[in-house]
């Protein structure tokens, strides 16, 4: 499977926007799929990840109650809605796709992953 994310930008402080990582193939749907992101001189870190049904869905601390992640299985889309954005968000976020279905936080599970599509916050 291909993963294309899109959605990044430059946003202030405060502000909002919505990633999506479209996948190819026609499997989609048994994926579950995940989110990281990694900054500049920083190790990629887990933001969020949701199983194959949507059913559940799992955040890092740091994001949560601000980011949201869902899907849209008839779209092969996944979406990250992140709102109240700070600096320390500033980051290339990717998407991943885990073929077990779950939602995984651990990196080391994902069979795919996305470009990246960055994300920069301006204080």
């Known amino acids: 499977v291909q993963l294309q994310a899109s959605g990044g930008g430059l946003v202030q402080a405060g502000g909002s926007l919505r990633l999506s990582c479209r996948a190819s193939?026609?499997?989609?749907?048994?994926?579950?799929m995940g989110w990281f992101r990694q900054a500049p001189g920083k190790e990629r870190e887990f933001v969020a990840a949701?199983?194959?049904?949507?059913?559940?869905?799992y955040y890092a601390d740091s994001v949560k109650g601000r980011f949201t992640i869902s899907r849209d299985n008839a779209k092969n889309t996944v979406y990250l809605q992140m709102n109240s954005l700070k600096a320390e968000d500033t980051a290339v976020y990717y998407c991943a796709a885990d073929k077990d279905g779950r939602a995984e936080v651990a990196g080391i599970r994902y069979d795919y992953w996305g470009q990246g599509t960055e994300v920069t916050v301006s204080s």
């Open positions: 949701i199983t194959w049904s949507g059913g559940s869905t």
């Open positions: 193939g026609r499997t989609f749907s048994n994926y579950g």
